[in-house]
Nanobody, 124 residues
Framework: QIRLVESGGGLVQAGGSLRLSCAASGRTISGSTMGWFRQVPGKEREFVAAITWGGGQYYADSVKGRATISRDNAKNTVDLQMNSLKPEDTAVYSC??????????????????WGQGTQVTVSS
């Protein structure tokens, strides 16, 4: 089974930046749409961004203009650059591989393989 491992989270002040990385192992993810989601304890998981196999990018309104998703097929990684961070960005961020072509890219039901998540905390 594929393994996805996120890194790059941490504590940052509002207005700061973080670059989250998702490293995949076991097989290539170059042909898959990849997504980033985030979740706060007690709240529903929220879509953040997705990138298609061809490099098309999609963002939630809450992060549009502040986040950039990218992929490096040679390294089998997917990154999420987040700028101008806000306290409401605080969450555990997870990457996932989209496996259901009949589900929308923003639906967590479309994704079958998930990383363990990396904590992002934005202080005010």
């Amino acid at each position: 089974q594929i393994r996805l491992v996120e890194s790059g989270g941490g504590l940052v002040q509002a207005g700061g930046s973080l670059r989250l990385s998702c490293a995949a192992s076991g097989r290539t993810i170059s042909g898959s749409t990849m997504g980033w989601f985030r979740q706060v304890p007690g709240k529903e998981r929220e879509f953040v961004a997705a990138i298609t196999w061809g490099g098309g990018q999609y963002y939630a309104d809450s992060v549009k203009g502040r986040a950039t998703i990218s992929r490096d097929n040679a390294k089998n990684t997917v990154d999420l650059q987040m700028n101008s961070l806000k306290p409401e960005d605080t969450a555990v961020y997870s990457c996932a591989e989209k496996t259901n072509i009949y589900r929308a890219y923003a639906s967590q039901d479309a994704y079958s393989y998930w990383g363990q998540g990396t904590q992002v905390t934005v202080s005010s």
